[in-house]
């Protein structure tokens, strides 16, 4: 599984937003199709800027619309909430493994229990 979600390939410009025509659709390709968790944290970064659309994931890919004319310095907001997704999905998976080691716990503690139950009824 991989862990860090990257820029892979090359930024394309896809076209002119066709309802905004002052704006471009972007896509940012990345090196894997990120999971529901990830986007979720892409979608929700801790820092934002409120004059940059918000981008979305579409499958290995983020699609932005960026004003044509700020589109190469509005970009670096963009690689910012790719990286606090990041960041925020470490957390996420830590968190996973924590939960997993808590159930793995208390499973073998049931079992242990149900085994000691089990030997004081075979000497009956």
């Known amino acids: ?18 309802k905004h025509p002052g704006l ?3 896509e940012i390709p990345l090196n894997v199709e990120p999971p529901s968790e990830w986007v979720e944290c892409f979608q929700h970064p801790s820092t934002w800027t409120p004059s940059i659309h918000p981008p979305t ?5 983020i699609i932005w619309r960026a004003v044509k004319e700020n589109v190469d310095r509005d970009i670096k907001w963009i690689f910012n909430y790719i990286e606090q997704a990041n960041a925020c999905y470490e957390r996420v998976l830590k968190e996973k493994e924590r939960e997993k080691e808590r159930i793995d716990r208390e499973e073998s503690a049931r079992k242990k229990e149900l085994e000691e139950i089990q030997k004081k009824l075979e000497n009956l």
């Open 1 to 18: 599984m991989v862990n860090k979600i990257e820029r892979s390939g090359k930024i394309k410009v896809i076209g002119i937003d066709p």
């Open 24 to 26: 471009v659709i972007v």
């Open 57 to 61: 994931v579409n499958g290995k890919s």
